[in-house]
């Protein structure tokens, strides 16, 4: 079993919101992009956060228009064994670094698990900060079989966030 690391981080000085997930997928890793399986609803969810068409850009632009949002990407898992793309098969996992990571956003506002797996990890690897909220988001995964319109109502409150102070 091969192990599996994260992406960098996608953030800036500028990022009020700070998604993260559990660990790239074997599509994600072969195409060195997040969320790239064509069945994964992230794009579409964050688009319509932001009030943009993410699906329909290059990658480069849909990272783009996310730090132009205020929006950071990253994952809760630096590193683990796991065949395949189900987070219920990850093994030996190694915490991302978030603590170091969210003090060197100043402008961060709310942390978004984006799946069951990111928040249990994301919530016990974060030390507690009050003037940062934790949100727990239904899994763009198909593996999370949901209707798209109920992780649309859901992922939609992260606009308040994300929109200026």
């Keep these: 079993m091969s192990l599996k690391r994260a992406f960098d981080p996608v953030v ?11 660990l790239p997928g074997d599509a994600s890793l072969k195409a060195a992009q997040y969320y790239a399986h064509p069945q994964n609803a992230f794009w579409r969810l964050v688009g319509g956060v932001i009030g943009r068409d993410l699906s329909a850009l290059p990658y480069p632009d849909r990272l783009e228009a996310l730090r ?20 219920a098969a990850i093994r030996n996992a190694e915490g991302a670094d978030l603590n170091r990571l969210v003090e060197t956003l100043p402008a961060l506002r709310a942390v978004a698990f984006n799946g069951g797996t990111a928040a ?30 109920e992780k649309a109502a859901a992922w939609s409150a992260l606009g308040a966030i994300i929109r200026p102070c």
């Design 12 to 22: 800036d000085a500028n990022t009020r919101l700070l998604i993260l997930g559990s």
């Design 120 to 149: 249990r990890l994301g919530r016990r690897w974060l030390a507690p900060r009050p003037q940062v909220e934790l949100i727990d988001l239904p899994s763009s995964s198909p593996a999370y079989t949901r209707p798209l319109s």
């Design 68 to 87: 132009a949002a205020g929006v950071g990407l990253w994952d809760v898992i630096a590193s683990a064994h796991r065949p395949g793309s189900l987070d």
